[in-house]
């Protein structure tokens, strides 16, 4: 069974860092593009970031680009986000998703989530 | 980077069919066949439905179908059940190497 499983979201001080991790499974991971989703509380989905299966040729959103780094360690079959400068509109549930194809996620991990406050 | 853009709000009765509509642009939705769509029930996470703008993966009911239309994308749920109450997102492929989704779509079965 293909799983995604989430940890490392918390509670974190406005401009503190937080790195969250995906563990995956039953799936060659080194052979999938993964990619990290966010969603506000009550709100939208939100696409924060990409990265091939080699590790090469991350990618960001505007809204995290040069705060946030993405990162694979394909050996421990291991997603991380590594996010830094924390705003309090950071806040949100943090998912892990492996992309299928070009726009094709599936599945999703179940989420992990972020508090930025004070 | 700006979100596709849908309905807040449909709503339907069992039995009756619903569209949802997702714009983008012409460097997102308009550019590219890459448009998916996800079901997601409160506190859970998201599920696709159809990806490259008209397709299901396995698993997904016959009842849901995509089509697109310069930059409007289209779900269609036909034969509406209570079980399809859920928010419903667009997804597109954009310029720069990026992604975009839409705002989401609460679909409410009357």
């Known amino acids: 069974e293909v799983q995604l499983v989430e940890s490392g979201g918390g509670l974190v001080q406005p401009g503190g860092p937080l790195r969250l991790s995906c563990a995956a499974s039953?799936?060659?991971?080194?052979?999938?593009?993964m990619h990290w989703v966010r969603q506000t509380p009550g709100k939208g989905l939100v696409w924060v970031s990409r990265i091939k299966g080699d590790g090469s040729s991350p990618t960001y959103a505007d809204s995290v680009k040069g705060r946030f780094t993405i990162s694979r360690d394909n050996a421990k079959n291991t997603l991380y986000l590594q996010m830094s400068s924390l705003r309090v509109d950071d806040t949100a549930i943090y998912y892990c998703?492996?992309?299928?194809?070009?726009?094709?996620?599936?599945?999703w991990g179940q989420g992990t989530p972020v508090t930025v406050s004070s | 980077q700006s979100a596709l853009t849908q309905p807040a709000s449909v709503s339907g009765s069992p039995g009756q069919s619903i569209t949802i509509s997702c714009t983008g642009a012409n460097n997102d939705v308009g550019g590219y066949n890459s448009v998916s769509w996800y079901q997601q029930y409160p506190g859970k996470a998201p599920k696709l439905m159809i990806y490259?703008?008209?397709n299901r993966p396995s698993g997904a009911s016959n009842r849901f179908s995509g089509s697109k239309s310069g930059n409007t994308a289209s779900l269609t749920i036909s034969g509406l059940q209570a079980e399809d109450e859920a928010d419903y997102y667009c997804?597109?492929?954009?310029?720069?190497?990026?992604?975009?989704f839409g705002g989401g779509t609460k679909l409410t079965v009357l």
């Open positions: 998703v492996r992309g299928l194809a070009l726009n094709r996620f599936d599945p």
């Open positions: 997804s597109s492929y954009s310029s720069s190497d990026t992604w975009v």
């Open positions: 039953g799936f060659p991971f080194s052979g999938y593009w």
């Open positions: 490259d703008v008209s």
